[in-house]
T-cell receptor, first 114, second 112 residues
Framework: KAGVTQTPRYLIKTRGQQVTLSCSPI?????VSWYQQTPGQGLQFLFE???????NKGNFPGRFSGRQFSNSRSEMNVSTLELGDSALYLC?????????????FGPGTRLLVL | SQQGEEDPQALSIQEGENATMNCSYK?????LQWYRQNSGRGLVHLIL?????REKHSGRLRVTLDTSKKSSSLLITASRAADTASYFC????????????FGQGTILTVHP
């Protein structure tokens, strides 16, 4: 079974621009979670989607948004980029049926904001 | 904010030695998982221990969980250079779907 894939792997943007990141979960997984990893704040939860619905959201400003499609693929969007948005963005998928599942992570998208 | 702390922040050992990392958390949990990350890449799942379990083994890994002390430890026996990575504990708890709360991680360096 193929693992979680994320595109693009690397991205350079300038302040004020917007960016869209994509995540394809493991086949059969219906839950996708997104995380931001920075040296200062570590790994922080952004949001989780299941069956095209956002079930959970972390403490990030409204510039961070996401969505999920009927095939469980997910995208996250960051508008009006700030320098502090430079980070590794990780998505993870799980079956989605319970709260106690293992999450399987993709390789991440490294975003640099100049 | 992070759920808890990991200790030590960095650990340097020789091949063949055992490595022990500790994780503390603050709130009640459903389960605790350990992940490995190589050089800023994706996280690799190592092991999951449920809140009603006290110890779990997987290959060279041994995880313990003490819910009364809100702490867990990960032991890697007979370490190899390929074990060099950052190790994170992550907890899930309450009614929250899809959210893992991570510790700050332990950087493990295994010298050949």
């Amino acid at each position: 079974k193929a693992g979680v894939t994320q595109t693009p792997r690397y991205l350079i943007k300038t302040r004020g621009q917007q960016v869209t990141l994509s995540c394809s979960p493991i086949s059969g997984h219906r839950s996708v979670s997104w995380y931001q990893q920075t040296p200062g704040q570590g790994l922080q939860f952004l949001f989780e989607y299941f069956s095209e619905t956002q079930r959970n959201k972390g403490n990030f400003p409204g510039r961070f948004s996401g969505r999920q499609f009927s095939n469980s693929r997910s995208e996250m969007n960051v508008s009006t980029l700030e320098l502090g948005d430079s980070a590794l963005y990780l998505c993870a998928s799980s079956l989605g049926g319970t709260r106690e599942e293992t999450q399987y992570f993709g390789p991440g998208t490294r975003l640099l904001v100049l | 904010s992070q759920q808890g702390e990991e200790d030590p922040q960095a650990l340097s050992i020789q091949e063949g030695e055992n490595a022990t990392m500790n994780c503390s958390y603050k709130t009640s949990i459903n389960n605790l998982q350990w992940y490995r990350q190589n050089s800023g890449r994706g996280l690799v799942h190592l092991i999951l221990i449920r809140s009603n379990e006290r110890e779990k083994h997987s290959g060279r890994l041994r995880v313990t969980l003490d819910t009364s002390k809100k702490s867990s430890s990960l032991l890697i026996t007979a370490s190899r250079a390929a074990d060099t990575a950052s190790y994170f504990c992550a907890t899930s708890g309450g009614t929250s779907y899809g959210k893992l709360t991570f510790g700050q991680g332990t950087i493990l360096t295994v010298h050949p």
